[in-house]
């Protein structure tokens, strides 16, 4: 037991037998949690610790003081310099990617860079799933039912893209899900280009700590922004294109199958030829 907890149990107990007029005492906070701390020093709630944590490869992380991180516009290239020594490091395994998809995670929640959808999310939708996964679904934006959970694909749409994932004999634990903006816009419009190449480092960043052998762009927005691309999905579609070490392939937005039924027939087909290229006859 520590030394703060004892002494509360005491006057807890002194309290209790009668004892009144006792002194008043000040407790040492309770340290915050270590995945906490980052985010609380990014809020400038909590001072960074005087020395850096030693990384994996046993060298010390750089650490910037808590004004430097502070979520004002001011700082948020210092956001960005963090993201950049992140991404300088080697993520091999499984355990190293999640590490690294945290800490990334951390500092994309005081990004600001897009100042009117940082003053309107509820939250920051930055990914979920496998972070070794070989497979990667990019999507367009949070919508609003992603803004108030904080994950990409929830709602009626995500709901169809499970049924799509059951379909084709996968599981969405074997993916990597997200989207090409962390934030929601207003209103569900499409992002604006200075917000896509706004967050771009952070999807890059992404993509670089999961490598994933193979992502599908789920709809225009997603497929045109990757793939810095002009045509619509339609002419997208039916073909791997390729994004650094990643086959890409195209298709509709599960929110544009729950509009346009028509178009569901079109996305089993892709399905179909995706799942060909991974040795998987759906017929
Ligand atoms: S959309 Fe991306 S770049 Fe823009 S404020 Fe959100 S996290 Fe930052």
């Not at 610790?49 to 502070?70: E, I, W, Y």
């Not at 934006?141 to 990409?152: C, I, T, V």
């Not at 700590?209 to 039916?238: H, M, S, Y």
Request: charged share 25%; aromatic share 6%.
């Amino acid at each position: 037991m520590t030394d703060s907890r004892a002494l509360r149990q005491f006057l807890k107990m002194m309290t209790a037998s009668g004892i009144s007029h006792l002194p008043t005492v000040t407790l040492p906070k309770p340290a915050a949690a270590p995945g906490r701390q980052l985010a609380n020093r990014l809020k400038g709630t909590d001072p960074a610790p005087r020395q850096a944590p030693v990384n994996k490869s046993g060298s010390r992380t750089r650490l910037m003081s808590p004004d430097r991180l502070a979520p004002s516009s001011a700082k948020q290239p210092e956001i960005m310099e963090t993201t950049h020594a992140l991404l300088k490091q080697t993520f091999h395994t499984a355990e190293q990617k999640a590490e690294g998809l945290s800490t990334l995670a951390e500092a994309v929640t005081a990004c600001r860079r897009c100042t009117e959808l940082a003053d309107t999310r509820r939250q920051t939708v930055f990914g979920v799933g496998n972070a070794d996964a070989e497979i990667m679904f990019i999507g367009e934006a949070p919508g609003a039912d992603e803004d108030r959970q904080g994950e990409p694909f929830v709602g009626a749409a995500g709901i169809l893209m499970d049924k799509i994932i059951a379909a084709c004999g996968l599981k969405r634990e074997e993916i990597y899900i997200c989207n090409i903006l962390r934030c929601r816009p207003p209103g569900n419009r499409n992002p604006h280009p200075q917000e896509a190449a706004n967050c771009r480092e952070f999807l890059e960043g992404q993509i670089r700590i999961v490598a994933p052998k193979f992502i599908i762009c789920w709809g225009t927005v997603a497929a045109q922004n990757l793939l810095r691309e002009t045509r619509p999905v339609g002419r997208l579609r039916g073909q791997f294109l390729q994004h650094g070490d990643a086959k890409v392939m195209c298709t509709y937005h599960p929110s544009y199958l729950l509009r346009n039924e028509s178009a569901k027939k079109l996305v089993w087909e892709d399905m179909k030829f995706f799942m060909k290229k991974l040795g998987v006859d759906l017929g």
